[in-house]
Every structure is written in structure tokens, then in C-alpha cells.
């Protein structure tokens, strides 16, 4: 397999030449950094369509997500650093060398419901409801922002030579140590690549899903803020699985427990909690009128 290929043999895909970046004016510019600014634009896009919809007025929107953006990935940053804190605690000013990667969806989810319940507050908002116009457009953004993942050869799973295997060259894979025993033990006798699952598409795939559901259940939600819990459950519910297969998972120190796992089981028992004490409440609350 030649350097710059990446292969899905299984479904007859092979790609050739695929680049990690572009050149502009001397300037480099890298896929992974393009494809989640367009997922940006496009997540904005999407929420400024659901607040023409429902009446709401887009100029908001503009001004949130400015502030949304920034601190997502300042948040991104910060979650990673501080579950890959071996690698930078011997040298602090890596942690601001964002190009040598290093960003944690997590970690910008977090800060972006920070970042609205402050906004809000600020503006005198209803963050329920600026939340709920906004998740069709994040998880949109991060369903594109997955593919700077195919760019550079990372987020992927461990052994695997099933439909969706993805034969990658072994020099070009991002990071050495996300190539388990396994999946060492699996190279064909004198190949040069590595067959895995591809989870940066499960993902993909499934964020795909889960805009299709908030999209079709928006008119029908019963309460602000539904909406936000149907996208807490339902992202939380496709990364607990597929963090279960990914090798480059972070860890909570000191343990083997993935983090991201743990984070996405509260996420499913938090947003089926919180729904069905709402409805409750709104069920009792018709009951007395």
C-alpha cells in the first residue's frame, strides 16, 4: 500500500493521494482545521434556518455563536490537556501549539453550554430555547468536523476486517501509539498497513442520525430544552458504544476507565432523567388545572 492511500476494500473504496493539508500563498493550511470551520459555518447555517422557522431573530444567533465558537475551542483544548496531561506537564508552551492537534469534542460541548447559559443570562434569553434552536446545528457540525479525522489518519478503532475495515499505510498514521497489539498482531505477513474500524465514520454516520431525529421531533417537543436532552441522549448513547472500540481514548488518571465513556453514560441517564421528571411535572401540573 503507497504512502497517501486510504482504503475501504471490503466496499471497493480505495482513495489515492489523500492530503492532510494544502498549500495557499506559502501558507499551510491542514484538512482537519478546514473541515471543522466548515462544520461551523454549516452548524451555524443550520440554526439560523431553525430560528427563521420558528420566528426567532437570526441576529442572534450571529452574536452567540461567536462567543460559542471561541470558547469551544478553548474548552476542546483544556479537556484534552488535562486527560493527556503526561505529555505537557514537561513542557507547558506545547499546550498552546494547536497545530500540533489536540482538541476534545467533550471539552467544546461543555464549554459551548456554559458559554449559552452565560450568554443568555447576559442577554436576557431563554437558554432552553436558544439550545434547542442551536443542537440541530451542532450536531451537524460535528457529524463534518469528524472527516478532518479521515484526513489524518486518527480516530480510528482497533482490529477489524469486517464490511467497513479501513486499510491505512502504517506511516501514515497519526500517532504510533494508537496501534494496539492487536492490531500488530493482525498485519499481513510483509504488509505495510493496518485494517481497522473506522470510527471516526460510525460517529459521523451516527451524528447524521441524530440531527434526523431532533429535526423530525422539533414540532412535536412537549417542553424548552427537550430538544437539548433528545441531542444529549442521543450523542451520548452512539459514543458510549463507539468509544468502546476507539485506541486513541483518554482515561481518567490514575484508571483504564475511558472518559469519554464515562461522560457519555451520564449524558444518557442524565437527559432520560431530566425528561421524564419534566414530563411528570407536566402531567401533574394539567392534572391540577
Same mark, same amino acid.
Given at each position: ?25 506559502? /501558507?499551510?493550511?491542514?484538512?482537519? =482545521? !478546514?473541515? &471543522?470551520?466548515? $462544520? %461551523?459555518? #454549516? ?52 499546550? /498552546?501549539?494547536?497545530?500540533?492537534? =489536540? !482538541?476534545? &469534542?467533550?471539552? $467544546? %460541548?461543555? #464549554? ?64 504510533? $501509539? ?112
Amino acid at each position: 500500500m503507497n504512502a497517501g492511500e486510504i482504503a475501504f476494500p471490503n466496499l471497493g473504496l480505495y482513495f489515492h493521494n489523500v492530503p492532510r493539508s494544502f498549500s495557499i500563498f506559502g /501558507f499551510e493550511i491542514a484538512f482537519y =482545521g !478546514l473541515l &471543522i470551520g466548515i $462544520g %461551523v459555518l #454549516a452548524g451555524l447555517g443550520m440554526a439560523l434556518h431553525v430560528a427563521k422557522k420558528t420566528g426567532q431573530n437570526p441576529d442572534d444567533y450571529w452574536d452567540f455563536a461567536i462567543w460559542a465558537v471561541l470558547f469551544s475551542v478553548i474548552g476542546a483544548r483544556i479537556y484534552y490537556v488535562i486527560f493527556s496531561w503526561e505529555d505537557y506537564k514537561d513542557n507547558l508552551l506545547s499546550i /498552546f501549539k494547536l497545530r500540533s492537534g =489536540g !482538541l476534545a &469534542i467533550y471539552g $467544546g %460541548v461543555i #464549554a459551548a453550554f456554559i458559554t449559552l447559559f452565560v450568554w443568555c443570562r447576559i442577554k436576557k434569553k431563554k437558554p432552553l430555547l436558544i439550545g434547542d434552536t442551536a443542537m440541530p446545528g451542532l450536531i451537524l457540525g460535528q457529524a463534518i468536523g469528524r472527516w478532518g479525522n479521515f484526513m489524518n489518519r486518527e480516530v480510528f478503532g482497533d482490529y477489524y476486517n469486517g464490511l467497513f475495515s479501513m486499510q491505512i499505510p502504517l506511516a501514515d498514521v497519526r500517532d504510533p $501509539g494508537d496501534i494496539t497489539e492487536r492490531i500488530a498482531a493482525n498485519i499481513p505477513e510483509g504488509a505495510n498497513y493496518i485494517n481497522v474500524h473506522p470510527t471516526f465514520l460510525y460517529e459521523s454516520v451516527w451524528n447524521l442520525l441524530v440531527l434526523v431525529l431532533l429535526l423530525a421531533y422539533r414540532k412535536h417537543k412537549r417542553f424548552d430544552g427537550e430538544l437539548c436532552l433528545l441531542y444529549l441522549g442521543g450523542y451520548g448513547l452512539g459514543r458510549f458504544w463507539i468509544e468502546g472500540i476507539r485506541t486513541d481514548t483518554l482515561f481518567i488518571p490514575g484508571t483504564s476507565v475511558p472518559v469519554s465513556q464515562v461522560l457519555a453514560l451520564v449524558m444518557v441517564v442524565f437527559a432520560v432523567a431530566a425528561d421524564l421528571f419534566v414530563r411528570i411535572r407536566l402531567r401533574e401540573k394539567k392534572g391540577r388545572e
